[in-house]
């Protein structure tokens, strides 16, 4: 009976989400003012890349909630349309003002200027904080587009992966 298979297949699809089971979907919980602030961030930038950081706390679910964005200067002004740079001393200036209002760094955000909102070689070689969020907004002609938002998973740099989350905007 070979015509059982091709509906077997099927329902399991339709059973979606089966990924998920047992596993802590990523989601990165931004309000309305930081997820429009980060994207006109890259409107500002454009056409060279913006970046900044996303600060907040972690769920116990798994869930990074955004309370506030810190907008950081790009340092690589050689190629600043595909390539960006957070100073260290700006990162720790931003993280130390984070944990004085009780907040702690759950992303980093940057833009790609004409260029699809999909991560690059180089942004998962450059991304070092594991479980957190890379959040990545298209412009397209200045005009913020697609935005999306990856978690950095793993647990070193030979297994580590940029996978995607959904952001949920409140
Ligand atoms: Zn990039």
Redesign the pocket.
Known sequence: MTQGAPSFSRSLREGGGSDFVGTIQPMLKLSRQDYDALRRHGEKTYPH?CCGVLLGHMDDDGTRTVTSTARAGNTRTDSAH???NIDPRELVRIQREGRERGEDIVGFY???PD?PPR??S??LAEAHWFGCSYV?TSVEKGKAAITNSFELTGSDENDKQLVDEMIDVA
Do not use: C, M
Request: glycine letters at 0%; zero cysteines; aromatic letters at 16%.
């Open positions: 890349e595909n390539r960006y940057h833009s790609h260029h991560w690059s180089t942004d990545i």
